[in-house]
């Protein structure tokens, strides 16, 4: 069953651990995520970008793909299917796509054309039962043609959108989309604090989750961070996984070429990761 993710975030915050947001951009990156959230009894946020949706040819695809796979694989732990730094049209597509909760990324806007747009989105979302997002500052890096400058949220800006009734919040803290570089700062836990300290137990969200160390994790955790964003560990996981089957010649023996075959090293790299991910967030065993 597709659920809001409000509740699962809220004991989140209660529970003191945080819930992964996992994109997914077929069939496989959907059923390995699915049935490792099952095997460890954790809610689980399967979050789509607008680039990977329409490589999946559309919202409405996505969600029914994801509706009927539930149903298929006897799917019971908690899942949220997510819109992930959607535009303004296209949180309305997700919306009426079926999605359970959007993210809206006004980050770019001004901060009174962010505080409209995000109004306007929470109340519709309310209405149909959906959680929203919000995002103050920027999200360092690139993803799926989203590039941002990595700013710092200003603390009173992040109140001023908690305040409009969203059910999580994304506030910059000098994360970053992709790899991070050698000469990354870190995770700037004062910033974080002072949000933290001004919007309650609003639970916030960390982005570009992969190759943040895991002691900055536990510390963000400890700081009301409630759902953590992975993707790049994903992609990297599944792209060497593929590349060492091809490497070693086993697309060649038999029918070692079936796509069934040749993607399932992927396939269960992917589980490998997100059950890491799982038990480094504390999530495992709370659906």
């Given at each position: 069953?597709?659920?809001?993710?409000?509740?699962?975030?809220?004991?989140?915050?209660?529970?003191?651990?945080?819930?992964?947001?996992?994109?997914?951009?077929?069939?496989?990156?959907?059923?390995?995520?699915?049935?490792?959230?099952?095997?460890?009894?954790?809610?689980?946020?399967?979050?789509?970008?607008?680039?990977?949706?329409?490589?999946?040819?559309?919202?409405?695809?996505?969600?029914?793909?994801?509706?009927?796979?539930?149903?298929?694989?006897?799917?019971?732990?908690?899942?949220?299917?997510?819109?992930?730094?959607?535009?303004?049209?296209?949180?309305?597509?997700?919306?009426?796509?079926?999605?359970?909760?959007?993210?809206?990324?006004?980050?770019?806007?001004?901060?009174?054309?962010?505080?409209?747009?995000?109004?306007?989105?929470?109340?519709?979302?309310?209405?149909?039962?959906?959680?929203?997002?919000?995002?103050?500052?920027?999200?360092?890096?690139?993803?799926?043609?989203?590039?941002?400058?990595?700013?710092?949220?200003?603390?009173?800006?992040?109140?001023?959108?908690?305040?409009?009734?969203?059910?999580f919040l994304a506030?910059?803290?000098?994360?970053?989309?992709?790899?991070?570089?050698?000469?990354?700062?870190?995770?700037d836990f004062d910033?974080?604090?002072?949000?933290?300290?001004?919007?309650?137990?609003?639970?916030?969200?960390?982005?570009?989750?992969?190759?943040?160390?895991?002691?900055?994790?536990?510390?963000?955790?400890?700081?009301?961070?409630?759902?953590?964003?992975?993707?790049?560990?994903?992609?990297?996981?599944?792209?060497?996984?593929?590349?060492?089957?091809?490497?070693?010649?086993?697309?060649?023996?038999?029918?070692?070429?079936?796509?069934?075959?040749?993607?399932?090293?992927?396939?269960?790299?992917?589980?490998?990761?997100?059950?890491?991910?799982?038990?480094?967030?504390?999530?495992?065993?709370?659906?």
């Amino acid at each position: 069953m597709i659920v809001s993710a409000t509740e699962m975030l809220k004991k989140a915050v209660e529970g003191k651990y945080a819930v992964g947001q996992f994109n997914i951009n077929n069939l496989e990156w959907t059923k390995a995520i699915l049935l490792t959230a099952q095997e460890n009894n954790s809610p689980v946020i399967l979050g789509v970008s607008e680039g990977a949706g329409k490589y999946m040819t559309g919202f409405k695809t996505v969600a029914a793909m994801v509706k009927a796979m539930i149903e298929e694989l006897n799917i019971t732990v908690p899942v949220a299917l997510h819109l992930d730094h959607g535009t303004y049209e296209g949180c309305y597509k997700c919306i009426e796509a079926g999605f359970s909760s959007v993210m809206f990324d006004g980050s770019h806007f001004p901060i009174e054309e962010n505080i409209a747009k995000t109004s306007e989105l929470v109340k519709v979302c309310h209405e149909k039962g959906l959680s929203i997002e919000a995002e103050v500052g920027s999200i360092g890096g690139e993803e799926d043609g989203v590039i941002g400058a990595g700013e710092i949220a200003d603390p009173n800006e992040c109140k001023k959108i908690a305040d409009l009734g969203v059910d999580f919040l994304a506030a910059g803290i000098g994360n970053i989309h992709g790899k991070y570089p050698a000469n990354w700062k870190g995770l700037d836990f004062d910033a974080l604090a002072k949000t933290k300290e001004l919007i309650g137990d609003l639970p916030l969200v960390l982005h570009g989750g992969t190759g943040i160390p895991a002691d900055m994790i536990q510390k963000a955790i400890s700081l009301g961070v409630a759902k953590i964003n992975v993707n790049t560990e994903c992609q990297l996981y599944f792209q060497e996984a593929t590349r060492k089957y091809i490497e070693e010649g086993k697309d060649l023996e038999g029918k070692g070429f079936d796509p069934r075959k040749l993607l399932a090293p992927g396939f269960e790299a992917i589980k490998v990761i997100v059950k890491e991910k799982m038990e480094l967030f504390g999530s495992i065993n709370k659906a």
